[in-house]
Nanobody, 125 residues
């Protein structure tokens, strides 16, 4: 069946970088809008970024614009989140997600129907 698996999380110092990857299997996601969300303890899951089917359009939450970059490799059925200039407030569990329905990006959790299990990112000195 369909499975999304995140990797690349870990502990990093403020100002450092991490690259997350979401490897999908069981279905081809080349025609799906895909993205990333994060959830900190005690907070709701929030939108981080999304990328269109072709990879030509990207969308970011204001909090990560200029620091994070989303990309995708449809041949590998994988998408990525390059995180630079990390801040302590970026600490959260990061989830990759995909939508079989969207024709335009959405920051709403309910619009995504496929989710990974999450990977922990901790930014601390």
């Amino acid at each position: 069946q369909v499975q999304l698996v995140e990797s690349g999380g870990g502990l990093v110092q403020p100002g450092g970088s991490l690259r997350l990857a979401c490897a999908a299997s069981g279905r081809t996601f080349s025609r799906y809008t895909v993205g990333w969300f994060r959830q900190a303890p005690g907070k709701e899951r929030e939108f981080q970024s999304a990328i269109s089917r072709s990879g030509r359009s990207t969308y970011y939450a204001d909090s990560v614009k200029g620091r994070f970059t989303i990309s995708r490799d449809n041949a590998k059925n994988t998408w990525y989140l390059q995180m630079n200039s990390l801040k302590p407030e970026d600490t959260a569990v990061y989830y990759c997600a995909a939508s079989s329905k969207l024709t335009y990006y959405s920051a709403i959790v309910a619009r995504y129907d496929y989710w990974g299990q999450g990977t922990q990112v901790t930014v601390s000195s």
